[in-house]
Structures are given as C-alpha cells and as structure tokens.
Nanobody
Framework: QVQLVESGGGLVQAGGSLRLSCAAS????????MGWFRQAPGKEREFVAT????????LYVDSVNGRFTISRDNTKNTVYLQMNSLKPEDTAVYYC?????????????????WGQGTQVTVSS
C-alpha cells in the first residue's frame, strides 16, 4: 500500500498558476505510474494527467494539454502537477493516485492508492 499526501492547492485568479505536490510513502515509488485526477461538485472524478515510472511518458486530458505539466522526482518520492493559465472550469478537488503498474493509464480503476485531495479554486 502507498500513502499519498497532496499539497499546494488554493485560491487563484483566472490566468494564474499553481503547483501541486504529492508525497508518497510505502511501496517503492519508482515501480509504479502516478496520476492526477480531479472532481468538481456534482461531477464524476475525471482523469487529468499521468506519468510513467521513469518519467519519460506522460498523457493528459485534452482540456489541460499545453497548460498543465506532470513530473516526478523518484529521489524524493514526489509527483508534481504544474498548472498554468488556470481557468474557472479547472476548479475542483485534485487527487493524486498510484497505479498498479509502471505504465501510464487514464483508467481510474487501474489506480490502487489515492490521496485525500487538495482543493483548487480559480476565480474569474
């Protein structure tokens, strides 16, 4: 099992930036892919971005492509989500998750462990 703790959420104006961090402990961090998901009020939890075990492969949902960047530091057991040009529709609780394998996937059911989430609010 992996314990995941997100940080870095907050309130920002449209066009601004935030950097989310997710610190992992437990399973060997470099053995599995990591992902970020988000859930807005009244909506399903949706995939945002994923990164493979080595950091060489990434995948994004179309709505954030070019604005968000996922990265990982396997020496610090941490995954990041740099969010630029934020929009009000990015407002949600953001969750990091650890996958069952080292390969990228957008399928939430392929993620075994989840953090508690961090709130991101973008004002217009």
């Amino acid at each position: 099992q992996v314990q995941l703790v997100e940080s870095g959420g907050g309130l920002v104006q449209a066009g601004g930036s935030l950097r989310l961090s997710c610190a992992a402990s437990g399973r060997t961090f470099r053995n599995y892919a990591m992902g970020w998901f988000r859930q807005a009020p009244g909506k399903e939890r949706e995939f945002v971005a994923t990164i493979g075990w080595s950091g060489d492969t990434t995948l994004y949902v179309d709505s954030v492509n070019g604005r968000f960047t996922i990265s990982r530091d396997n020496t610090k057991n941490t995954v990041y989500l740099q969010m630029n040009s934020l929009k009000p529709e990015d407002t949600a609780v953001y969750y990091c998750a650890a996958a069952r394998t080292g390969w990228i996937t957008r399928d939430r059911y392929q993620y075994r462990d989840w953090g508690q989430g961090t709130q991101v609010t973008v004002s217009s």
